[in-house]
Each structure stands twice: as C-alpha cells, then as structure tokens.
C-alpha cells in the first residue's frame, strides 16, 4: 500500500505562483508514475502533470508552459511549480502514485484558488 500527503496551495493572485508538494509512503518501490489531478465544482476531476520513475512528462494543455512536475526518487517526493496562474486554475489538486500493479493512491487535496 501507498501513501500519499500534499502540501503547499493556498491563495495566490493571477499572474502569481505556487508550488505543490507530495510525499509518498508505504510501498514505494512499487510506484512507476506519480502525478497531479485536479477539480473544481463544475469539472471532473483531470490531469495536470504527471511524471513517471524514468523521468517522462505529460502535461496537460491547460498548463504547458506555466506549470512544471519534478520528481526527487531519494526521497520519495514530487513537485508542481505552478507559474502564471490564472483563475481557472483555481481547484483541489490531488496528488497520485500510480503502482504497477495499476491501482492508485491519493492524496486528501489541496486548495488553489487564484483571484483575478
């Protein structure tokens, strides 16, 4: 099993940025991407970033450009540096561990809301 726990978030203004962080616990060696979802009250929940133990970047549209995953294996941790926010940015992200077994783990969320 693995665990995960977010931090950062918070309020910034458009233009601004911030930076998400998640630490992963538990069976960590059987983690192969780990990632960032997000959602807000009228959209499902979708991915922002992810990034795999090899070091390969998806991002979503919405936010290539602005925001950047990264990923530190020796402590088990990933990162989102979310730049050039703009309120439709604004959502509970959740981290995710994807194993290889194909099952997930998440995160409790973080609130992100950028004001105009």
């Known amino acids: 099993q693995v665990q995960v726990v977010e931090s950062g978030g918070g309020l910034a203004q458009a233009g601004g940025q911030l930076r998400l962080s998640c630490i992963a616990s538990?069976?960590?060696?059987?983690?192969?991407?780990m990632g960032w979802y997000r959602q807000n009250p009228v959209k499902q929940r979708e991915l922002v970033a992810e990034?795999?133990?090899?070091?390969?970047?998806t991002y979503a549209d919405s936010v290539k450009g602005r925001f950047t995953i990264s990923r530190d294996n020796t402590k088990n941790m990933v990162y989102l540096q979310m730049n050039s926010l703009k309120p439709e940015d604004t959502a509970v992200y959740y981290c995710?561990?994807?194993?290889?077994?194909?099952?997930?783990?998440w995160g409790q969320g973080t609130q992100v809301t950028v004001s105009s």
């Open positions: 995710n561990a994807h194993n290889r077994f194909g099952g997930d783990s």
């Open positions: 538990g069976r960590v060696s059987s983690i192969n991407a």
């Open positions: 990034i795999t133990s090899g070091g390969r970047t």
